[in-house]
């Protein structure tokens, strides 16, 4: 039942990775080198591809998950990562969320190695540390957009529902103030993340 929850677990974060990047990966070139009305005929072929390569070579990654390496799935953190941030057009809080895969992941390696106490520790610091890292970077542009943008204070003032003018000030005090928040936050959940899926994969 494990294996099945890991496997369908596993499948969650790596089904998407090839359509997504087809589909982006032509619409963009696409937009960049042909004429419009190409655009939409592009992104789509380039979904089709992702979904068909996913039809050939997801079930072997899935069963190979553990030995992709640390540069592979940094690499598919950091994809989500740009996703997420775009998605929410440069909103950082949901990008918070990634850090519950990134300790599944890290917890599942764990779980299929024989390791101890003390390195799965290790193992939990540096993924705390790495996540909260590029959160750092999502902060600071996200951050940035905001200052940058004369739009900001009426859009806090209209997405929060407030009765007074939003200043500069305060931008700056939702940036410092919320920003520490989110990383305490993300280094919590991905602690947790962690410790939680290890000692759950873990059949010893």
């Known amino acids: 039942m494990k294996t099945k929850i890991e496997h369908f677990a596993l499948g969650?974060?790596?089904?998407?990775?090839?359509?997504?990047?087809?589909?982006l990966g032509f619409w963009w070139s696409s937009y960049a080198f042909l004429p419009g009305e190409w655009v939409p005929y592009c992104a789509l072929s380039g979904l089709a591809l992702g979904i068909l390569s996913d039809i050939f070579i997801l079930k072997r990654m899935i069963t190979r998950a553990y030995k992709l390496g640390?540069?592979?799935?940094?690499?598919?953190?950091?994809?989500?990562?740009?996703?997420?941030?775009?998605?929410?057009?440069?909103?950082?809080?949901?990008?918070?969320a990634l850090a519950i895969p990134a300790g599944f992941v890290v917890g599942?390696?764990?779980?299929?190695?024989?390791?101890?106490?003390v390195r799965i520790r290790r193992a939990s610091l540096r993924t705390c540390i790495?996540?909260?890292?590029?959160?750092?970077?999502?902060?600071?542009?996200?951050?940035?957009?905001?200052?940058?943008?004369?739009?900001?204070?009426g859009d806090l003032r209209g997405m929060l529902g407030l009765g007074f003018e939003v200043t500069r000030t305060m931008i700056w005090?939702?940036?410092?103030?919320?920003?520490?928040?989110?990383?305490?936050v993300n280094?919590?959940?991905?602690?947790?993340?962690?410790?939680?899926?290890?000692?759950?994969?873990?059949?010893?």
Request: with cysteine.
């Open 187 to 204: 280094w919590v959940l991905t602690g947790l993340s962690v410790h939680i899926f290890y000692r759950f994969l873990n059949n010893t």
């Open 12 to 23: 969650l974060i790596l089904a998407p990775l090839a359509p997504l990047a087809g589909l």
């Open 108 to 117: 599942g390696k764990l779980a299929h190695e024989p390791v101890d106490g």
């Open 70 to 96: 640390a540069v592979f799935w940094l690499a598919v953190l950091l994809f989500y990562s740009v996703g997420m941030f775009g998605f929410f057009m440069g909103v950082p809080l949901f990008n918070a």
């Open 130 to 153: 790495l996540t909260t890292a590029l959160m750092v970077l999502v902060c600071a542009a996200s951050a940035t957009v905001a200052l940058i943008s004369p739009s900001t204070p």
């Open 173 to 184: 005090g939702l940036i410092l103030v919320g920003g520490a928040g989110l990383l305490a």
